[in-house]
Nanobody, 123 residues
Framework: QVQLVESGGGLVQAGGSLRLSCAASGRTYSSYAMGWFRQAPGKEREFVAAISWSGARTYYADSVKGRFIIFRDNTKNTMYLQMNSLRPEDTAVYYC????????????????WGQGTQVTVSS
């Protein structure tokens, strides 16, 4: 079992930046992919970004491509989401997720989840 804890959310003005962190604890294993998903009020949970174990492969939703960067530091068992040029439509609860094996972009393929961190972007 792996526990994931997100941090770094908060309130930011449009055009600003935030960096989210996702720390893995408990019994961790090598070769697990990780991703970020978000859910706004009244909307379905959507894919944001994902990264393979080595970091060689990254994937981004079209809505965040060019603005967000996903990366990880496996020596610290931590994944990050650098969010730049934030827009009000980025407002959501952001969740980190993990899975053994290959990187995926569908939430149902992930079996480890954090509790979420709120990101609010004011206009």
């Amino acid at each position: 079992q792996v526990q994931l804890v997100e941090s770094g959310g908060g309130l930011v003005q449009a055009g600003g930046s935030l960096r989210l962190s996702c720390a893995a604890s408990g019994r961790t294993y090598s070769s697990y992919a990780m991703g970020w998903f978000r859910q706004a009020p009244g909307k379905e949970r959507e894919f944001v970004a994902a990264i393979s174990w080595s970091g060689a492969r990254t994937y981004y939703a079209d809505s965040v491509k060019g603005r967000f960067i996903i990366f990880r530091d496996n020596t610290k068992n931590t994944m990050y989401l650098q969010m730049n040029s934030l827009r009000p439509e980025d407002t959501a609860v952001y969740y980190c997720a993990g899975r053994q094996g290959t990187v995926e972009t569908t939430s149902t393929q992930y079996n480890y989840w954090g509790q979420g961190t709120q990101v609010t972007v004011s206009s």
